[in-house]
């Protein structure tokens, strides 16, 4: 291989140490006027009135906009839920009511602590038990009014923002033969993104067209969201996209971007706005709390019969796109492990609370949480060993999800378990008094949406790949595409340029979240390369006098086999090429077809299907401190089905960074509530993972080549995050022999735990 | 000049700057908006996250709570004044070379932290550095490619 297995430098590497690469932040036209954002203070009231007077007439504002200024109605990815700006009421701290522009931050700051605000503040809905409650103040009463992306039907009804709910109907009488039945409830905070470069957005307006240029991980997206909250036309809005300072699922919805488009056709100067770090954290979305029950019918041999599932999240004042995630707790429960049957019912709840959204991982790691941890609860009773449980209860090749899906691979799964346990044998971990092992298993999809991609054959013999992806980190775009339009033409990785997106330019793009950009714009990539090695192969043909078949591609030049020494070089193919049949270039898209799934499984399912599975085991070592409650992390195993490495230091990369925000998420995070109000404001209140508190993750690599993804790829980089809580409760909860129920593993909650185990 | 400037002598990058700034002026406005050297980023302006660090007098420093108007006479180092127009440090090489970059944006911050260390400690242990990252937070990394760099940077030198 030329490119693909090869731990190849990132193309924006030399740039990023040398702090020559733009991101978003960096951006500065001449002429740029700076906006900036009056957001409410409180978490729910009615605005009784804005009086804008005093802040137009400071020196140096150009325009301040309210709710009465800007196009009307609501918008939303799923349900049409999110107004311009608040109108009549506010649903959230943090929610946007004024925009000014000015000539510099500081006097738009100064001009919006000018703007007189009254708003008669009201008890928020800040709880899920307060929002479901009979009789609860609806967070938007007008609900019913909204509407829904196509039209789309699903469970609604006031602070319910949507329900799925699938009942086989077998469920209860499973219960009733049942040896024991087993329940539990978990819970889990919130968590902030906390990537470094704040939301900006750089906006002109020329010739009736916007062009935005931005750090945001799904440009095509914004394109369509800033025109559906302007009401032009999507070919009205360009998006330009500059390097990403993290993003993590925060970044692939609609932030600053219209209200800065908005004032710059209304200023007739270009307008830049960057929120401020507390902004931020209220824009972020968040992933959500939330409540989850299971309880379980289970035969004394070990067979689980039944699990009844309930689970509640918070989607915060909007929906965000909580429909579609209410789907995933069917893809969690009943699909590794056998379940005679399951009732699994989930609902996304409204509250006067920032909203919530995509965070790698979205919902995954707190529903694998809960499935694992109950998983040890159940072996616990039992007094089965927990790992020998799991590997009875694990299902066969072909099993079916709850959605009807089969899981053709899922032995991979057993696989993993054998070389976790290779490496770290099950009964010598986690020995001593307060020291503990915990093990957990999950299957991830790889998000199958739609890309396209150019491949060019230039005149000096290398390849340009043109596309909208976006790299927010992962080096899929900087290496993993490259090393994969590389190796069709047996190139090394540093004969292949890719370019930034612009929706004027590039082809459509589902950006970067759910690991899909190696998988499936690698899967376009690869197919537009083949076509252009089949015009090059065709062009040499002429120029060599042979057949093309006759043809052997390496090392940046065509040879006749057999014969090196009648060979062109690709640049001489390129310059023939463009002068004779013309310039070699291909484009090809690809969309993950869906999988097989039963369509009539469930009503109201917005995410039916898994597409491109992978399959993960982690094992986590710890050791519990009885006097502080802390828990320190002496060995993190971590087995991951990937397809194929396209480039195994990056996976590395996604692998290790994975699990260090997994384990801020199990054991240090906080993002709490209070009043609706976000408690901790700084990132040293949140508690992020410092470089001293993550280990060294020891990663075993499996490969079973996908056939549809590029040299085999499956996604990569979302999935790592999602059994870490999962596995580093089971291992706490066996290090204080009680069980561990709520997220984060704070030293309070080992310390509660360490004295229910004496008590007991 | 009005009562609120401040005139001050210092270099940055070796490179001599007289500067009028405000009183109220961050060093990281003046890097970033004065001299529009953007390498040095701003994450959080609350001194936590360590983006923005740079070496005053060869020592690390959050340039986002540090007031320009106390560097007169001061040495800056930035992002930009590691390695050279045709080679990098040894440690940016070693970023590079050991996939330490991943968003980037906490780079330049981590470079300037890692600098001062190996110019006071040549060959550190990756405890050493951990710990000399404490105020650099990176949540795309993990941190082990980051200590994986120095390692590899400085372990020749031991």
Known sequence: MSAVGLSVPRSDAEAKVRGSATFGVDLAVPGMLHARILRSPVAAGTIRSIDTTAARALPGVHDVVTAADGPGGRTGVIVFDIPFLARDYVAYEGEPIALVAAETAQIADAAVALIDLHIDEVAPVATLEQAMAPGARLVHPSWADFGTAGGAQFGRDGNLVAEVFSDPGDVDAAFEVADLVIEDTYRNPRQYQAYLEPKMALATYEAGRYTIQVSHQFPFRLRDRVAQVLQVAPSAVRIIGHHIGGGFGAKLDVGLEAFAAMLARRCGRPVRMVNNHDEERLAAPCRANAEIRVRSAVRRDGAILAHDVDVVFDSGAYANNGPALSSIPMFMFGSIYRAGTARIRTRNIYTNTAPTGAYRGVNGPYLVFAMERHMDHIANELGIDRRAFRLASLADDGHLMRNGQPLEELSILREAFDLVEERAPWAEQGKGPLRGVGIAAAVWLTNPMPAQATVKLNEDGTLGVITSATDNGSGAVTTGLRQIAAEGLGLTADRVVVTMPDTDLTGYDAGSQGSRTTHVVGRAVRDATTSVRDLVLETAASMLEAAPDDLVVEEGSVHVAGVPARSVTLAQVGQTATSSRGPIAATSSYVTPSPPYDPLCTPGMLFSAWPTPTYHVHLAEVEVDPVTGQVTVDRYVVCQEVGRAINPDAVQGQVQGAVAQGLGYALWERMDLQEGVYVQRSFETHGLPLACDVPAVEMILMEHPEEAGPYGAKGVAEPPIVPVAAAIANAVADAVGAPIDQLPITADVVLDAIERAACA | ?158
């Open chain 2, 1 to 158: 000049m009005t009562d609120d400037m401040v005139a001050i002598s210092c270099t940055v990058n070796e490179r001599q700057h007289d500067l009028v700034v405000t009183a109220g002026e961050t060093l990281l406005d003046s890097l970033r908006n004065r001299l529009l050297l953007t390498g040095t980023k701003e994450g959080c302006m609350e001194g936590e996250c360590g983006a923005c660090t740079v070496l005053v007098d060869g020592l690390p420093v959050d340039s986002c709570i540090l007031a320009s108007a106390s560097l007169d006479g001061c040495a800056v180092r930035t992002v930009e004044g590691l390695g050279d127009r045709e080679s990098l440090s040894h440690l940016q090489q070693a970023f590079v070379d050991t996939a330490a970059v991943q968003c980037g944006f906490c780079t330049p911050g981590m470079l300037m932290t890692l600098t001062a260390l190996v110019e006071h400690v040549p060959s550190p242990t990756p405890d050493e550095v951990r710990s000399a990252l404490s105020g650099n937070l990176c949540r795309c990394t993990g941190y082990q490619q980051i200590v994986d760099a120095v390692v590899a940077a400085t372990g020749d030198r031991a």
